[in-house]
């Protein structure tokens, strides 16, 4: 099986910059993506990460560590429109490359 | 425009009916899902299919059924067997990963159906 952890809650400041780790468990590791969802809608799709470093977009970037286990997601230069769930999904060759998604994380931004 | 459509956004059952939520794309995508969300909680996989007329299991498929009759479409059906079918539904598509496929093969998720059965 997979085990995702992530924070359950987080609250920032605008314009600050924010990390929301997650770590991982599998088997067959073949990739790891970030999505956000805003409450009540469809999860977007931010960021992937297959190979360890960091992959820069904007104001987002996500890190990976295959060896850790570990990714992270930065946010930069907050904005109020950034609040909203970010949920870490890895895929797994031996779960048919099918995404086992984290519990996600909320993160509030204050002003 | 491509993209997914599920419908309706908002649908309300009695206990004890089948209830059957619409996933359409337009995407030309060969693989599709269905996810259920708890409140506060991710994504759990129902059912997932990666080519026309056939489909498998998730993690969570008990109480429900599916069919894949044509690549644009893959309907769920929440059976009086789920004992819990108050969730938000999501349907996502994506294209195959394999040889010839994207490096990605990203998820592309619809608007979701919140069912709410009283």
């Known amino acids: 099986g997979q085990n995702i952890d992530q924070p359950t809650e987080m609250t920032a400041t605008e314009g600050a910059i924010v990390q929301i780790n997650c770590t991982y468990q599998?088997?067959?590791?073949?990739?790891l993506f970030w999505y956000q969802q805003h409450a009540g809608e469809a999860p977007t799709f931010l960021s992937y990460n297959v190979l360890d470093g960091l992959e820069e977009k904007g104001r987002f970037s996500s890190f990976l560590s295959r060896s850790k286990g570990y990714s992270y997601l930065l946010l930069k230069e907050l904005q109020m429109k950034d609040s909203a769930s970010y949920l870490c999904a890895v895929r797994a060759r031996n779960a048919g490359n099918m995404l086992t998604f984290g519990g996600g994380t909320r993160l509030m931004v204050k002003p | 425009d491509g993209g997914i459509t599920q419908s309706p956004k908002y649908l309300f059952r009695k206990e004890g009916q089948n209830v059957t939520l619409s996933c359409e794309q337009n995407l030309n995508h060969d693989a599709m899902y269905w996810y259920r969300q708890d409140p506060g909680q991710g994504l759990r996989l129902i059912y997932y299919s990666q080519i026309v007329n056939d489909f498998q299991k998730g993690d969570i498929a008990e109480g429900y059924s599916v069919s894949r009759e044509k690549k644009e479409s893959f309907p769920l059906t929440v059976t009086s067997a789920q004992k819990n079918p108050t969730a938000f539904y999501l349907c996502?598509?994506?294209?195959?990963?394999?040889?010839?496929?994207?490096?990605?093969?990203?998820?592309?998720f619809g608007p979701g159906t919140r069912l709410t059965v009283l």
């Open positions: 996502a598509s994506s294209p195959l990963a394999g040889p010839r496929g994207p490096v990605t093969n990203e998820q592309f």
């Open positions: 599998t088997s067959g590791f073949n990739g």
